[in-house]
């Protein structure tokens, strides 16, 4: 999994936390931390999910992180799309 931050910015991550089996790291952009600005704010950005063998995805933003930790271990691992 790559992201690639906006020209001139960088992602740092905010927050880290273990939710049943899975790690889930929150990031934001550092332009938004040091300015308060929201406008330099990273919109949209769901944590991402590591599982035990470091398999990564994006969550989705608009569920509790209890939610979708649930949904992404019910499925082995695996995304609604069916992708890891």
């Known amino acids: 999994m790559q992201f690639e931050a906006p020209e001139?910015?960088?992602?740092v991550i905010t927050g880290?936390?273990?939710v049943s089996q899975t790690w889930?790291?929150?990031?934001?952009?550092?332009?938004?931390l040091e300015s308060g600005e929201i406008r330099h704010a990273?919109?949209?950005?769901?944590?991402?999910?590591?599982t035990g063998d470091y398999t990564t995805t994006v969550a989705d933003t608009a569920l509790p992180t209890e939610?979708?930790?649930a949904e992404f271990e019910s499925r082995g691992g695996?995304?609604?799309?069916?992708h890891p």
């Open 78 to 82: 695996e995304t609604l799309d069916g």
């Open 67 to 69: 939610h979708f930790v």
């Open 24 to 32: 889930v790291v929150h990031y934001q952009s550092r332009r938004h």
């Open 42 to 50: 990273r919109a949209g950005n769901g944590p991402i999910r590591v």
């Open 8 to 11: 001139g910015d960088e992602y």
């Open 16 to 18: 880290v936390e273990r």
